[in-house]
T-cell receptor, first 119, second 109 residues
């Protein structure tokens, strides 16, 4: 089936640094990718929709200057957490839609997430 | 806000069928029902989706009521590896997912 890969799976860094997370669709081209954040014992919260070749669409309350999204190719989207602080520590997950599935109702396929810990 | 409501938790004996309900009373005509599950510290895994007809695949069956206001995911023979949080999502095919709180299924030996 469709595979979405995230890298790194885990990152620990000091407060104030910027962290880049990559999301790749390995066996299909994804014009749209999505970024989610999940805090412990909570559900996934959609942060933004990443569109290849255009600006990302951010959900209400998500700071676009804090969470920079780049979708420069049909197989790669990146999320950069700028000047990260301890409150940004979370589980970040991306997803993409495979064009191989039938029609426009194809399901999103998720990566295995990146656990970000800011000290 | 999520358009679905699910019970927060359920238990199921290993080898028995697990029936997970989902209410989506405000579903629109062009919206599909998607089911995913999330095992601890992993990304959600796609299970099945449908519009109005019942669906079955190698993982599960999806039963959608005739008025489409609710659905049930059926895992026919639950195993310990099926212990996870199960999410029911309603959305049109090209739109974004809004996750609810899901159902935490625990399969008991």
């Amino acid at each position: 089936g469709a595979v979405v890969s995230q890298h790194p799976s885990r990152v620990i860094c000091k407060s104030g640094t910027s962290v880049k997370i990559e999301c790749r669709s390995l066996d299909f081209q994804a014009t749209t990718m999505f970024w989610y954040r999940q805090f412990p014992k909570q559900s996934l919260m959609l942060m933004a929709t990443s569109n290849e070749g255009s600006k990302a669409t951010y959900e209400q309350g998500v700071e676009k200057d804090k969470f920079l999204i780049n979708h420069a190719s049909l197989t790669l989207s990146t999320l950069t957490v700028t000047s990260a602080h301890p409150e940004d520590s979370s589980f970040y997950i991306c997803s993409a839609k495979s064009p191989r599935d039938r029609g426009s109702n194809q399901p999103q396929h998720f990566g295995d997430g990146t656990r970000l810990s800011i000290l | 806000d999520a358009k679905t409501t699910q019970p927060p938790s359920m238990d199921c004996a290993e080898g028995r069928a697990a029936n997970l309900p989902c209410n989506h009373s405000t579903i629109s005509g062009n919206e599909y029902v998607y089911w995913y599950r999330q095992i601890h510290s992993q990304g959600p895994q796609y299970i099945i989706h449908g519009l109005k007809n019942n669906e079955t695949n190698e993982m599960a069956s999806l039963i959608i009521t005739e008025d489409r206001k609710s659905s049930t995911l059926i895992l026919p023979h639950a195993t310990l590896r099926d212990t996870a949080v199960y999410y029911c999502i309603v959305t049109s095919g090209t739109y974004k997912y809004i996750f609810g709180t899901g159902t935490r299924l625990k399969v008991l030996a």
